[in-house]
């Protein structure tokens, strides 16, 4: 079953500063919606990496773009960084 808009409303919720282009996007989504209530908003933050992770440990949800379904799986601390070089057994 979908999760309507007036359900997300009514949760805390994270968003994108004011002067952002999902900012827009978030108002524009929920436009119906907010001629009847006013969503709380829990958070203003500028990265979705801030916004997912003060959402897991704040409670709260986001509506972030459709890219970043890989933080779900995997966080970007968990990655390997291509530009630390890897010592070599002999430096062992």
Do not use: W
Request: proline share 13%; with cysteine; charged share 20%.
């Amino acid at each position: 079953m979908p999760v309507t808009r007036e359900a997300i409303a009514r949760l805390p919720i994270v968003i994108y500063p004011k002067n952002y282009f999902m900012n827009k996007t978030f108002h524009a989504y929920f436009a119906p919606v907010l001629e009847k209530e006013t969503p709380v908003i829990s958070a203003r933050l500028s990265t979705p990496y801030a916004m997912v992770y003060y959402c897991q440990q704040n409670g709260a949800g986001a509506l972030l773009p459709e890219r970043l379904p890989h933080l779900q799986e995997e966080q970007p601390q968990d990655r390997p960084n291509p530009r630390l070089r890897q010592p070599r057994l002999a430096e062992l």
